[in-house]
């Protein structure tokens, strides 16, 4: 297994290309499952979750032709022969659901197998099987396997408990080729939903009010092809703008755009680190003196986002004074205090919350990565340490960042990976 050494040598200048978001990618190529006709996707990000989404849609019969490096995925599901997730793909990846409302909408049938826990919590799927069923789909839930079929998806009003990502989009993608109006009422409002809306829509679908918490879908007989650029990262964006927080210096994020971020940039202004628009994206620097600590409350979007309450820890361990995190999407969420506390960092875990007395300076040691976000913040947190820090089981980091030593290395860090 490799892993990732990093030696903390002070600023970083440069500029660090932003890639299009894995999760708004996972979501918008089962898409193609909808449709007979080709779909392509530019500006995809080049990763080990969109591997593992290529060999699950090549498991069905969809032929995904990965172009230009991997930038471009040209899809096609004309010739579907499956239409069986199996296990031993989907338990890799939890995003693998989303295969489940497409399949059911163009074929009335679906056999795709549960994802399971993971690292971070329980995370059921049980708000993904409710909106279909709202849509006329019988479900049956045996040996591990979601088993659904249906006489044709009619429109429902369905009104999500809590919001999720992941069954609002498994839900808007199925009610795009049900019969009549589905009116989805406390979706999720992330850009990420926002992106594959608009896909759909150049694919032929009708649908209106995404980005708000009621998203209405005329369903319609049939959809086309399309060609869509995926959004931008707004997670790896958050992540390389910690990058000079933590470490002082000025980077400049190209792509990068405030809106995708705006509850983020709040709380980096507040900590003293200054974010300026660019003809090309934003750039980001240190304001004077050190990072002051700020409480943070992760949110559904517009909120501030789960998936940066990790990195965010790390620039908050060399803070001046406490701070609050309090974790409010996943229950188990704090697995990186104890390794940053390895480096000298001071945290108490209570439940859903985390308190962080800021310390002058980390020290370099060696730490374990325990799931995605978690392992970037630990290179984060040893970019500003003293002395070596060596990460290990960075798998968990390429399921989700491309080039992350290629990327920090071109802003002057010193970070290899180490094969192993
Ligand atoms: C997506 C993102 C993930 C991000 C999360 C929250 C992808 C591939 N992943 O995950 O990176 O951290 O949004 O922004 O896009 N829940 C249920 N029942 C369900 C579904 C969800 O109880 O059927 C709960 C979850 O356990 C969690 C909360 O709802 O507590 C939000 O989860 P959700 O928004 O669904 O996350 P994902 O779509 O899995």
Redesign the pocket.
């Known amino acids: 297994m490799d892993s990732i050494l990093v030696r903390g040598n002070g600023p970083l200048k440069g500029q660090i290309p932003i890639a299009g978001a894995?999760?708004?990618c996972?979501?918008l190529m089962p898409a193609t499952l909808l449709t007979e006709e080709p779909l392509t996707l530019t500006n995809a990000p080049r990763l080990s979750?969109i591997r593992t989404m290529t060999q699950l849609l090549g498991s069905l019969g969809a032929e995904v032709a990965a172009l230009q490096g991997g930038q471009v995925l040209a899809m096609s599901s004309h010739n579907l022969t499956s239409q069986h997730a199996d296990y031993d793909i989907v338990r890799k990846?939890?995003?693998s659901?989303?295969v489940l409302g497409p399949l059911l909408a163009r074929f009335g049938q679906a056999e795709v197998s549960l994802p399971g826990g993971c690292a971070?919590?329980?995370?059921?799927?049980?708000?993904?099987?409710?909106a279909l069923e709202a849509m006329g789909a019988e479900l049956d839930l045996r040996d591990g396997y979601v088993r659904a079929k249906t006489s044709g998806l009619r429109g429902a009003v369905f009104v999500f408990?809590?919001?999720?990502?992941?069954?609002?989009?498994n839900a808007l993608m199925a009610a795009t080729l049900a019969k009549g109006t589905t009116v989805l009422k406390n979706a999720?409002r992330?850009p990420?939903i926002v992106d594959l809306a608009q896909c759909l829509r150049r694919m032929g679908a009708q649908i209106e009010g995404e980005g708000t918490s009621t998203i209405t879908i005329q369903g319609v007989d049939r959809l086309g092809g399309a060609t869509h650029p995926v959004v931008t990262d707004r997670?790896e964006l958050g992540t390389y703008m910690l990058a000079p927080a933590i470490c002082g210096g000025e980077v400049e994020l190209l792509g990068g755009r405030i809106d995708l971020l705006a509850a983020f940039c709040e709380k980096l202004d507040a900590a003293g680190v200054s974010v300026t628009e660019t003809d090309r994206g934003l750039t980001v620097s240190r304001k004077n003196g050190r990072i002051r600590a700020v409480d943070v409350v992760?949110e559904?979007?517009p909120g501030f986002?789960?998936?940066l309450q990790a990195q965010m820890m790390a620039l908050l361990c060399t803070a001046e004074g406490t701070s609050v995190l309090e974790e409010k999407?996943?229950?188990n969420r704090f697995m990186h205090a104890p390794e940053l506390t390895r480096m000298g960092a001071k945290i108490e875990v209570h439940g859903g919350h985390a308190t962080v007395h800021g310390v002058e300076k980390l020290r370099g040691a060696p730490v374990m990565a325990t799931d995605?976000?978690a392992s970037v913040s630990l290179i984060l947190a040893a970019l500003a340490a003293e002395g070596e820090t060596v990460v290990s089981r960075v798998y968990h980091l390429d399921r989700?960042y491309e080039k992350v030593e290629e990327k920090l290395s071109a802003c002057g860090a010193l970070i290899e990976r180490i094969a192993g």
């Open positions: 894995k999760n708004a996972l979501t979750d990846m939890r995003a659901i989303l971070i919590g329980a995370r059921p799927v049980d708000l993904h099987l409710k408990p809590i919001v999720s990502v992941g069954a609002t989009e999720a992330e990420e997670i992760t559904p979007f986002p789960t998936d999407i996943f229950e995605l976000r989700g």
